[in-house]
Nanobody, 121 residues
Framework: VQLQASGGGLVQAGGSLRLSCAAS??????????MGWYRRAPGKERELVAS???????IYADSAKGRFTVSRDNAKNTVYLQMNNLKPEDTAVYLC??????????????WGQGTLVTVSS
């Protein structure tokens, strides 16, 4: 399974970016449950930003509520993160993550390579 993330870049404070992460190599044996985004800021630990379950339940970090929107396209095995009103403290490497079950029994989880988001003040 490979996760290909895109959409990061340099943006001014108050601007917007949309991240995408497509999972490939997942055949019929894979049932993806959670798809989401984490981030790792300089000098800080990795933290959850937002995730969406297969049933549609959403989880947001407090810092993301009201500004970020996570969504997924199950047909494309793709998760998105729309980020609005970006702040300098949002600067980080954003990592996509998926988990689920193989043949409905064995759990799996995979991480993407990360995409850098830099917000200038």
């Amino acid at each position: 399974v490979q996760l290909q993330a895109s959409g990061g870049g340099l943006v001014q404070a108050g601007g917007s970016l949309r991240l995408s992460c497509a999972a490939s190599g997942t055949g019929s044996m894979f049932s993806i449950n959670n798809m989401g985004w984490y981030r790792r800021a300089p000098g800080k630990e990795r933290e959850l930003v937002a995730s969406v379950e297969s049933g549609g339940s959403l989880i947001y970090a407090d810092s993301a509520k009201g500004r970020f929107t996570v969504s997924r396209d199950n047909a494309k095995n793709t998760v998105y993160l729309q980020m609005n009103n970006l702040k300098p403290e949002d600067t980080a490497v954003y990592l996509c993550h998926v988990d689920g079950l193989i043949l409905d029994t064995s759990p799996f989880d995979y991480w993407g390579q990360g995409t850098l988001v830099t917000v200038s003040s």
